[in-house]
């Protein structure tokens, strides 16, 4: 064991305690999915399972309002960060110009998601309202309506735990979220078990708001005390410092609605719930994988930015290229992995595998994820320069991806909106790569100086 913790490999893998925190929640995450979908397999109905998943892919409209403002807030606080830092009382400390400038991101993003968050519950949950059948109202309509208030609180919250990240308190963060996953995986089960039904997912994202408030209002209620009050000095230009990337993600997040969260509204609507059901638990399995080999990705992105920040070039791509290499591999292996072990389940006949798609549908998935997870390794290099290019490939990869799952979705079924989104996944990957090439070369440095100066 000594051997293995003293090796390249432990370095490369779990170089800082940061990782090793993400590590355990997206292995937790990939755990208690996987565990998740045995309970639902044999305690949900088939009909609810579509809803249930339904139900989450009809939440992700949210995408519509944040407009990706969540990574523009951790990569412009990452750069203000790197002239600060906090004491052991949680206390921010260091260069009066890099705070006064946090603060007033921090306030401007405050009102932002306030506004947004209103609209949300009532915008998302009219739609949901509208979409479901009216003769099974029953079922969905009081479950529906509380988890969209809650889900509401925790869009309230999300710019405050991204503006944490983006100072460095990653590890503190994915600590609370291991621990707040770990409860709500249990309380998911047992009342998932107990035929709870779709209350289940309210009752997880009740504890996701208490997780919150801990957070925010108590722990780190000293880190937020500057915040209450107007910045002393310098603050950010929201026209030229925030908008000009974030109007970008927030097209390519719509866009990515549609690539992403489509397919199960597309089956239900078309052929039903419970298939529905089937492509919405595989969705699911496919963005844990992707979500585990985001660890070496995520835990690095405050870095990166501050790295650009003292414009360490030579340090940010040896790193870059660590977590390059690392966050592909796992997903590659993971998800190919999971093929063979649904090839083998379908083979002796296994129950469960009639709640999930076939072994190549699976495999066109986790294909498909791992050119996503390419695309997003080369969009964090870029974006920690303040730039977003992958704006054109991908919007248009969206509104493709949505047209392609929905032509063969509606008339083919889960494997017409698999292979849609499989086409689109290719395009984007494509053009992206193309992109990414041509800015990453080191003529580009110059450029960028002059923009951060």
Known sequence: MQFFRNSR???LLFDDSAIRYVLLYRVWGIVSGLISILIIANYLPAAIQGYYYTFLSIVALQAFLELGLY???MNTASHEWSGLSLNSDRNIQGNAKNLSRLVSLGRMVLKWYGIISLLFILIVGLI??????ESEKGIWLMPWLLLIVLSGFNLFALPMISLLEGCGQIREINKFRLIQAFISSLVLWYSIYLGAGLWAMVFVAFIIVLRDIYLLLIYYKPFFKP??????LETINWKNEILPMQWRLGLQGMAGYFLLQLSTPVVFHYHGSIEAGKIGMSMQVVFAIQALGQVWLSTKTPLFGALVAREDFTTLNKIWKRALLVSLSIVFIVGFGLVGAVAIGQA???QIMERVVGEWQFALLILAQFFSQF???EASYLRAFKKEYFTVPGVF????GGALIWYFGSSMGVIGAIIGY???MTIVLIWSSKIFISKRHVSLFKDLRRFNH
């Open 348 to 350: 002796i006949e296994l």
């Open 397 to 400: 990869g969206g509104m493709i």
């Open 128 to 133: 949901g309202v509208l979409f479901f059948p």
């Open 227 to 232: 915040f209450w009050g107007r910045p002393a």
């Open 9 to 11: 490999l432990f370095t």
């Open 422 to 424: 499989t086409i689109s």
């Open 375 to 377: 695309v997003q390794v």
């Open 71 to 73: 990574f523009v807030i």
